[in-house]
């Protein structure tokens, strides 16, 4: 009986290779190093110095000598470039896509941040009109200081109509509650 049966669960098959196990936080960090790397103009002109030179070499160095000659069309570097494209590509794509990622988690942190401030900012401008409308209950100075005079005109109105009613009248009612 065969052991890797096509009809058989993938559980009771024994695997040809091995799995691996890729981290991919580390592998997602590599990637961007890898991005970053290949977007500067460092990158830029050494991998033009190097297809210089070996388009160089391969063109005018005698045929013993050149590697990849121009008859050929320079088919090794061609592959070379293609497979340098090829892992290129994907590892740019999964850059961006943390970055993506990245740029998601910052932006619902700024609209969350936003919807506070502006919770705090209706909380805010409630409690400055409670304070205005409470001012506006409040007497103004010259309210108070009207308030004062009329109170002071009233008493010493009646200070005078006091000083001008007889105080014996007064007197007499104090003593007759003494002497009983």
Known sequence: MA???FD???GTRTRFLPKLRVNPETF???SEAFARAMGTG???IGMTIFVAIWLTWNTLAPIEAQFDPRTLNFTLLT???SMQ???AAPLILLAQNRQDDRDRV???QDRQRAERNLADTEYLAREVVALRMAISELASREFVRDEIRDQLRD???NLVEELRTPAPAKKKTATAKKSK
Request: glycine letters at 8%; a positive charge.
């Open 8 to 10: 058989a669960p993938i």
């Open 28 to 30: 997602g960090r590599a």
């Open 85 to 87: 494209a090829s892992y």
């Open 3 to 5: 052991k890797n049966r």
């Open 79 to 81: 592959l070379i470039l």
């Open 106 to 108: 910052k932006f619902e």
């Open 155 to 157: 008493m010493s109105a």
């Open 42 to 44: 460092g990158f830029l």
